[in-house]
């Protein structure tokens, strides 16, 4: 999507919540949407546009977990931390991700494929220990299912993002019915 | 006041089915369901059957086949989550009904479903979990359980409104509008004796009687649905969210009629990305069928309703906090009273319920309090949804009526521990309840009862934690969410599990007194009393429960500086038992810090020195050579 797009789905957003109350916090998570993270310019408009200070917008934005202030990757691995997960060996299955992608929680891969993230329960606690990988979730893992998980994820992307067919179909059929 | 009221319009389902078809396939997509790869199964059953040629496959509301006909439906949770995906085969032959659910079903097992049961009509039994042929070993799981709040939750399909309508949906909501007064559905529900699922089990009737006799200044007032689960361990709204996004609707419309709102907000968790999805589906569907918005089935009651997508902060499940967070501030509580009913969202009276509380109001409206009232035990009546988790068999969701034992619920439904290890505890109510020794395992589950115990039945979450856990470190894990959750507001809540926090760090990592643990009880008692809401007020119920019932295990950490369980890494050792050991390699190629050196088919050897202890050895090697001490 190029800028002029981008620019223009923003606008909207800004003019949809015109006047409502309430509603820098769904404004961030649109224009968080829109930018893959909250740079300081489009918090500024927020702002502007929910009638608030920026110091509101900034005190929104990082009270809750959700909003990134920096840029973040392209695709999101949520290694889950609830209880459930934890007792079952989160930790471990965390460990072996960040080494494979050579990075912390909290940190882009250096080709901004992956983020990584610890997240607190998913809410697929009866399959822990789970990761989920943008909007879907890999359950029972070990270690190493969650590395290879990881791996088939790219491999379908890649081949996706470059158009081939059958990887697109794949992922389509995958993710039937959502979104 | 109901002589004066128009005809109504009765809700019926817009598409009948228009066949019954010969097979119908229903597969589990709730959360759990789809991270056990279901979604790929379901896509195997449409293609499979198309690709045999017999059966036409169709949507039963559309029809257009003629001759054999099979469907394939996606539901919510099924509930018995360890053997997702699940799978239920029906067939109507000759007059004849089968019901069949398979288990750990994989796209490749659905051919061999497809050729030998469907078309040969001959049943797979090694892969059964339920028919109603033969017991099977998870019939207890599902025979002791009585659906009230789940009762659709698996059996319809979530996206689609008609089939909610079928199931008698919005009939409450018809029975309400059209023979009730407000009056008359507060005494209903007051009867019932249901209680708040959230976690408090606050009278949900009594509740709604503050929000209606109070006077707003300009007529408006909020009826809230608190879909903010942040438990981390549990799952429940979660997968009635996603499994029955109307029953959730219908509930809040009812009680709005009950206080006299007509502006509603379901606020809902970021993290669930699916129950969001669904529940956009199921509003506009609602709004289309005019079952939510204005004069809903001709009369003169409008209810609207807005959600409201949270941003990832677990002190929003608060009832003050989330309002500030509905308001678009950071969702800071503040102290009661004001009490939301006479000052609530934007100052107005308000009402706030939890998702199982309003998905169970449909079914007491259209049964009646009494039935609901038959269920339970003593002061907590009717079901409660568990989640069961953690080193439990049959982990999953299970309804069962309030005053079940522990030992029923761990043992009977969830089937006991995963690997037959030994049961150390289970931690009831997530990070502001507690954690409970085998001792206490015949207390019925029941709000009173496990209050006195320290724990709380909170919203339903149940972890259940094996030989294999460190009780301190669960604790520590607790003190970690809550520490990192804590708004910061109030000094208590914010520096008091900052410090519980490290003096539990402190033990973990061996260096813990004895002094230590005094101090730890100490502190905790004052969080508990000085803290602004209830998330500092409950933070250390965990740790004070954990020093309760275990405090041999602490004493352990402190004195012999030994972690039982080999969890705290700081106390655990890893050894390669040279006599076991093959050689294979696999240790040391899975080691982060290259601490395991050794030649091909020789012992290996671990450099205690560079030993991070991360336990990667002891999880790879299948020969039981890596000792934990």
């Given at each position: 999507?190029?800028?002029?797009?981008?620019?223009?789905?923003?606008?909207?957003?800004l003019?949809?919540?015109k006047?409502e109350p309430?509603?820098?916090?769904?404004?961030?998570?649109?224009?968080?949407?829109?930018?893959?993270?909250?740079?300081?310019?489009v918090?500024?408009?927020v702002?502007?546009?929910?009638?608030?200070?920026?110091?509101?917008?900034?005190?929104?934005?990082?009270f809750?977990s959700?909003?990134?202030l920096?840029?973040?990757?392209?695709?999101?691995?949520?290694c889950?931390?609830?209880?459930?997960?934890?007792?079952?060996?989160?930790?471990?299955?965390?460990?072996?991700?960040?080494?494979?992608?050579?990075?912390?929680?909290g940190?882009?891969?250096p080709?901004m494929?992956?983020?990584v993230?610890?997240?607190?329960c998913?809410?697929?606690?009866?399959?822990?220990?789970v990761?989920?990988?943008?909007?879907r979730?890999?359950?029972?893992?070990t270690?190493?299912?969650?590395?290879?998980?990881?791996k088939?994820?790219?491999?379908?992307?890649?081949?996706?993002?470059?158009?081939?067919?059958?990887?697109?179909?794949?992922?389509?059929?995958?993710?039937?019915?959502?979104? | 006041?109901?002589g004066s009221?128009?005809?109504?319009?009765?809700?019926?389902?817009?598409?009948?089915?228009?066949?019954?078809?010969?097979?119908?396939?229903?597969?589990?997509?709730?959360?759990?369901?789809?991270?056990?790869?279901?979604?790929?199964?379901?896509?195997?059953?449409?293609?499979?059957?198309a690709?045999?040629?017999?059966?036409?496959?169709?949507?039963?509301?559309?029809g257009?086949?003629?001759?054999?006909c099979?469907?394939?439906?996606?539901?919510?949770?099924?509930?018995?989550?360890?053997?997702?995906?699940?799978?239920?085969?029906?067939?109507?032959r000759?007059?004849?009904?089968?019901?069949?659910t398979?288990?750990?079903?994989?796209?490749?097992?659905?051919?061999?479903?497809?050729?030998r049961?469907?078309l040969?009509?001959?049943?797979?039994?090694k892969?059964?979990?339920?028919?109603?042929?033969?017991a099977?070993?998870?019939?207890?799981?599902?025979?002791?359980?009585?659906?009230?709040?789940?009762?659709?939750?698996?059996v319809?399909?979530p996206?689609?409104?008609?089939?909610?309508?079928?199931?008698?949906?919005?009939?409450?909501?018809?029975?309400?509008?059209?023979?009730?007064?407000?009056?008359?559905?507060?005494?209903?529900?007051t009867r019932?004796?249901?209680?708040?699922?959230?976690?408090?089990?606050?009278?949900?009737?009594?509740?709604?009687?503050?929000?209606?006799?109070?006077?707003?200044?300009?007529?408006?007032k909020?009826?809230?649905?608190?879909?903010?689960?942040?438990?981390?361990?549990?799952?429940?709204d979660c997968?009635?969210?996603?499994?029955?996004?109307h029953?959730?609707?219908?509930?809040?419309?009812?009680?709005?009629?009950a206080?006299?709102?007509t502006?509603?907000?379901?606020?809902v968790?970021?993290?669930?990305?699916?129950?969001?999805?669904?529940l956009?589906i199921?509003?506009?569907?609602?709004?289309e069928?005019?079952?939510?918005?204005?004069?809903?089935?001709?009369?003169?009651f409008?209810?609207?309703?807005?959600?409201?997508?949270?941003?990832?902060?677990?002190?929003c499940?608060?009832?003050?906090?989330?309002?500030?967070?509905?308001?678009?501030?950071?969702?800071?509580?503040?102290?009661?009273?004001?009490?939301?009913?006479?000052?609530?969202?934007?100052?107005?009276?308000?009402?706030?319920?939890?998702v199982?509380?309003?998905?169970?109001?449909?079914?007491?409206?259209?049964?009646?309090?009494?039935?609901?009232?038959?269920?339970?035990?003593?002061?907590?009546?009717?079901?409660?949804?568990?989640?069961?988790?953690?080193?439990?068999?049959?982990?999953?969701?299970?309804?069962?009526?309030?005053?079940?034992?522990?030992?029923?619920?761990?043992?009977?439904?969830?089937?006991?521990?995963?690997?037959?290890?030994?049961?150390?505890a289970?931690?009831m109510?997530?990070?502001?309840?507690?954690c409970?020794p085998?001792?206490?395992?015949?207390l019925?589950?029941?709000?009173?009862?496990?209050?006195?115990?320290?724990a709380?039945?909170g919203?339903?979450?149940?972890?259940?934690i094996?030989?294999?856990?460190?009780?301190?470190?669960?604790?520590?894990y607790?003190?970690?969410?809550?520490?990192?959750?804590?708004?910061?507001?109030?000094?208590?809540?914010?520096?008091?599990?900052?410090?519980?926090l490290?003096?539990?760090?402190r033990?973990?990592?061996?260096?813990?007194?004895?002094?230590?643990?005094?101090?730890?009880?100490n502190?905790?008692?004052?969080?508990?009393?000085?803290?602004?809401?209830?998330?500092g007020?409950?933070?250390?119920?965990?740790?004070?429960?954990a020093?309760k019932y275990?405090?041999?295990e602490?004493?352990?950490h402190v004195v012999?500086?030994?972690?039982?369980?080999?969890?705290?890494?700081?106390?655990?050792?890893?050894?390669?038992?040279?006599?076991?050991?093959?050689?294979?390699?696999?240790?040391?190629?899975?080691?982060?810090?290259?601490?395991i050196?050794?030649?091909?088919?020789e012992?290996?050897v671990?450099?205690?020195?560079?030993?991070?202890?991360?336990?990667?050895c002891?999880?790879?090697?299948?020969?039981?050579?890596?000792?934990?001490?």
């Open positions: 999507m190029d800028e002029h797009e981008l620019e223009e789905r923003f606008q909207e957003l003019d949809k919540y006047g309430g509603a820098l916090i769904p404004l961030l998570q649109g224009a968080q949407a829109i930018f893959g993270y909250l740079p300081q310019e918090m500024a408009r702002a502007e546009a929910a009638g608030e200070p920026l110091s509101q917008a900034l005190g929104v934005a990082t809750y959700q909003f990134r920096k840029p973040h990757a392209r695709h999101t691995i949520r889950c931390h609830g209880t459930a997960c934890h007792v079952s060996g989160a930790t471990l299955i965390s460990q072996e991700i960040e080494k494979h992608l050579g990075i912390k929680a940190e882009n891969t080709d494929f992956f983020t993230e610890e997240v607190h998913v809410g697929a606690c009866g399959m822990a220990p990761v989920m990988i943008d909007d979730a890999y359950g029972k893992l270690p190493d299912k969650a590395v290879a998980a990881v088939a994820f790219r491999e379908q992307k890649e081949v996706q993002e470059a158009g081939g067919n059958s990887g697109a179909a794949l992922v389509a059929a995958s993710e039937r019915g959502d979104r | 006041m109901s009221r128009p005809a109504l319009v009765r809700p019926a389902p817009l598409r009948q089915r228009v066949l019954q078809p010969e097979v119908e396939i229903r597969v589990c997509l709730g959360t759990g369901g789809v991270a056990a790869g279901s979604r790929e199964v379901l896509r195997a059953f449409e293609e499979g059957l690709k045999q040629g017999v059966f036409a496959v169709v949507r039963p509301r559309e257009g086949a003629d001759g054999r099979a469907c394939v439906t996606g539901t919510g949770c099924q509930g018995l989550c360890a053997m997702d995906p699940l799978v239920e085969v029906h067939l109507r000759s007059g004849n009904a089968t019901e069949v398979y288990g750990q079903v994989t796209p490749a097992m659905v051919e061999e479903i497809i050729s049961h469907i040969g009509g001959e049943v797979i039994d892969w059964i979990v339920k028919t109603d042929e033969h099977t070993e998870y019939d207890p799981f599902f025979e002791r359980q009585e659906k009230l709040a789940l009762r659709h939750v698996g319809i399909d996206e689609d409104i008609d089939d909610y309508l079928e199931a008698d949906g919005y009939q409450a909501l018809y029975k309400v509008l059209s023979s009730l007064t407000p009056d008359e559905v507060i005494d209903e529900i019932s004796g249901l209680r708040g699922r959230g976690g408090a089990g606050f009278p949900t009737g009594l509740k709604w009687r503050f929000a209606a006799d109070a006077k707003s200044p300009d007529g408006v909020y009826f809230i649905c608190n879909g903010d689960e942040g438990d981390p361990g549990a799952f429940m997968s009635v969210l996603e499994g029955d996004p029953a959730v609707f219908e509930g809040m419309a009812i009680g709005a009629y206080i006299g709102a502006t509603g907000y379901l606020y968790r970021a993290e669930y990305p699916l129950a969001i999805r669904r956009k199921a509003m506009k569907a609602a709004e069928r005019g079952l939510i918005g204005d004069n809903i089935m001709g009369s003169d409008s209810f609207h309703l807005k959600l409201k997508e949270g941003a990832g902060a677990f002190v499940g608060e009832e003050t906090a989330l309002m500030q967070s509905i308001e678009g501030n950071r969702g800071m509580p503040r102290l009661r009273p004001p009490f939301p009913a006479e000052s609530g969202l934007w100052g107005r009276p308000t009402n706030i319920n939890n199982e509380t309003l998905a169970v109001v449909p079914w007491i409206i259209l049964n009646g309090a009494e039935a609901f009232a038959a269920r339970g035990y003593e002061k907590s009546k009717g079901t409660k949804v568990f989640a069961l988790a953690g080193k439990v068999k049959r982990t999953g969701l299970a309804e069962v009526p309030m005053g079940m034992t522990l030992r029923e619920v761990i043992f009977g439904i969830g089937g006991g521990m995963k690997g037959n290890k030994a049961f150390k289970v931690q109510g997530g990070p502001s309840g507690g409970l085998e001792s206490l395992l015949d019925p589950v029941d709000y009173e009862t496990i209050n006195q115990t320290g709380i039945v919203s339903g979450g149940m972890i259940v094996d030989q294999d856990n460190c009780i301190v470190d669960t604790a520590r607790f003190l970690s969410f809550t520490q990192q959750e804590s708004c910061g507001k109030c000094p208590p809540c914010r520096i008091g599990t900052k410090r519980m490290e003096i539990l760090e033990i973990c990592a061996g260096e813990g007194t004895l002094a230590d643990l005094d101090f730890l009880e502190i905790a008692s004052q969080v508990k009393l000085g803290s602004l809401c209830g998330l007020t409950t933070a250390p119920n965990p740790v004070l429960t020093i275990f405090r041999d602490f004493e352990e012999e500086k030994k972690c039982r369980a080999g969890v705290c890494p700081a106390l655990t050792t890893y050894l390669i038992d040279v006599v076991k050991c093959t050689g294979c390699t696999a240790c040391a190629r899975v080691c982060p810090v290259q601490a050196r050794g030649e091909r088919k012992p290996h671990i450099d205690q020195e560079l030993c991070i202890k991360c336990g990667a002891f999880e790879k090697c299948r020969f039981d050579a890596v000792r934990r001490s």
